[in-house]
């Protein structure tokens, strides 16, 4: 059975530094992972997903890396905003449409 | 565009009750997704549908729990009878048909439902 998880639970970091949050998977054999972000109230948005195939994605400050063997998986954000202040979600895809989510990473940006 | 519009947006009854949760998900997307969110458990994946027809539903807790999508606009998760336990939030996703594609799933802005 597939289990995902994130490291650390909480984070608190000053305006502009750089970060990695962290997302472990037990099960190799996986389709693809995609990060997320909810905010309070709120559904979860998508922010990238990285085929199996790859090794890692980026999309503007935010950068995700993917090691299929080691079962790891990082999320980089440069130069944090306020803003970015939010939980941040890992979650894998097998071989249906399931995805195994982990239980998320609260990010908080001090100004 | 109109993402996954999720109804209501909070729900609070007495235990005993019956309550629907209701979804619309986005136009053209074939998969629609139930998930439960919770401090304890985190997000979990209930049942989800392909074309209307109900693919897994491995992660519905028990036989009190049951979804139904009549049409490709909307989906039901109905809990009769309702339990403290089943306080939580849930979460209706719809996506596209993965045609090797890789697709994301969308979210909605979920229910949060209070059984007292």
């Known amino acids: 059975k597939q289990e995902v998880t994130q490291i650390p639970a909480a984070l608190s970091v000053p305006e502009g530094e750089n970060l990695v949050l962290n997302c472990s998977f037990t099960?190799?054999?996986?389709?693809?992972l995609q990060w997320f972000r909810q905010d309070p109230g709120k559904g979860l948005t998508s922010l990238l997903l990285i085929q199996s195939s790859q090794r890692e994605q980026t999309s503007g400050r935010l950068n995700a890396s993917l090691d299929k063997s080691s079962g790891r998986s990082t999320l980089y954000i440069a130069a944090s905003q306020p803003g970015d202040s939010a939980t941040y979600l890992c979650?894998?895809?097998?071989?249906?449409?399931?995805?195994?989510f982990g239980k998320g990473t609260k990010l908080t940006v001090n100004p | 565009d109109a993402g996954v519009i999720q109804s209501p947006r909070h729900e609070v009854t007495e235990m005993g009750q019956e309550v629907t949760l209701r979804c619309k998900p986005i136009s053209g997307h074939d998969y629609l997704f139930w998930y439960r969110q919770t401090m304890m458990r985190g997000l979990e994946l209930l049942i989800y549908f392909n074309n209307n027809v109900p693919i897994d539903d491995s992660g519905m807790p028990e036989d009190r729990f049951s979804a139904k999508m009549p049409n490709a606009s909307f989906s039901t998760l109905k809990i009769q009878p309702s339990e403290p336990r089943d306080s939580a939030v849930y979460f209706c996703?719809?996506?596209?048909?993965?045609?090797?594609?890789?697709?994301?799933?969308?979210f909605g802005d979920g229910t949060r439902l209070s059984i007292l």
């Open positions: 996703a719809s996506s596209p048909a993965d045609r090797g594609g890789n697709q994301p799933q969308h």
């Open positions: 979650a894998v895809r097998g071989g249906s449409e399931k995805l195994v």
């Open positions: 099960d190799s054999a996986i389709y693809n």
